[in-house]
DNA sequence: AAGTCGGGGTC
DNA sequence: GACCCAGACTT
């Protein structure tokens, strides 16, 4: 059995145009969309789930309206707005794609698959996003979602890239990715929600399925035994002690060192340690502070490491300069303008989310 | 090809 | 607990 492409994706485009989902970022119809919405819409779904994202869209839209808004925007204004959606990097990249889109492209989208895949922050998924949902161009867009379905439909226990692109370019009729084809950025689109709705992970619905007529995995019995990703390594341990001091200017904060864990985000003083707990004396002698009280101790995971934190509140020994370049004092309106992790925010704002 | 980079919901 | 998520970038 070789899956008709052309059965399949009139399927999909069907299935999607009677049961697709109404997110806001779907605002036009596939291939004809605005970019701006686009671009953020897919930027904050990298790795991140829609649940998430449907709560920091329409924040983000709010504080940075337009292209250009975000374009002249304030690194540190540009973070804060992506708080609690993780791998602040993306920020980063979507600010600097703003402006290369702003310089390079007079704030438009080229049709153009090698200058678009050349902007900050685009691989080759975000660029096939791009190119047909804003221009139906017919370039893949293989995220996870597609990937599974692809690695199903073919009874593949695994796909490498090659192979998801081939099998996603037969779904597009093999038609050259710099011409135009409608319904391009519908199949796309069409594809990724089948695997985000229907084509899940664990238990698939496979009853409900626009393509079990095609689909070998389907027709094997067991499709949750194909398209699974590689195993996870497991977490490391860090240690972490953090120092709560305040005075009349507000509390102590430093910034982050500008690579590694949460690049650039601001905390309150904080020693990290992979061996051992970091000790009162180590704190002593990182930080001029006398009489530190313990007054919090939690756990934070993140997807490859356990944080245990210490927390302490301390009082500075007289006479000390605290606020030494680039620690500094920060008021509570001041922090809740500021870039800050999960943990400290909870640290420092006794918040446990944005 | 493998490692790094968040955060929280779901099962 | 483990798994999962509209990936990109560096090494």
Redesign the pocket.
Known sequence: MNPDPRTIADALRRWFAADA?D?P??CAPAGSRPLYPVLL??FM????????VLIAYPRFLARFPTLADLARAGDDEVLAAW????????AR?LHACARALVERHDGTLPPDPAAVRA?????????G?LLSLCHDLPVP?I???VR?VLSRLHAAASM??TQAEHAARTLHADAPPDTPRAGSGLLN?AL??L??LIC????PACERCCLRASCRACAAGDPTAFG????????TTMHCATVVIRSRRGVLIEPRPR?????G?WQAPTLEDRGRPITTHRLRSALPVQSLHPVDAFE??????TLRFRVYEASPRPHARLAVAPRRWASRRELERLPI???QRRILLGL???
Request: charged share 20%; proline share 9%; no cysteine.
């Open positions: 989902r997110l970022w779907r819409s897919e779904l990298q790795q991140t789930q829609v649940a998430r708080t609690g959606l993780g791998y602040y990097r993306r990249l902007l900050p922050g685009v691989g080759a998924y975000t660029a996003a867009a995220d996870t979602n599974r490498s890239t689109e990724i929600e695997g985000a899940t992970p664990r238990s699974r990703p590689a195993p996870s390594r497991p977490r690579q590694g864990l949460w690049a985000l934070f995971q993140t997807t490859h490491r992790s999960s943990p446990s989310s944005p």
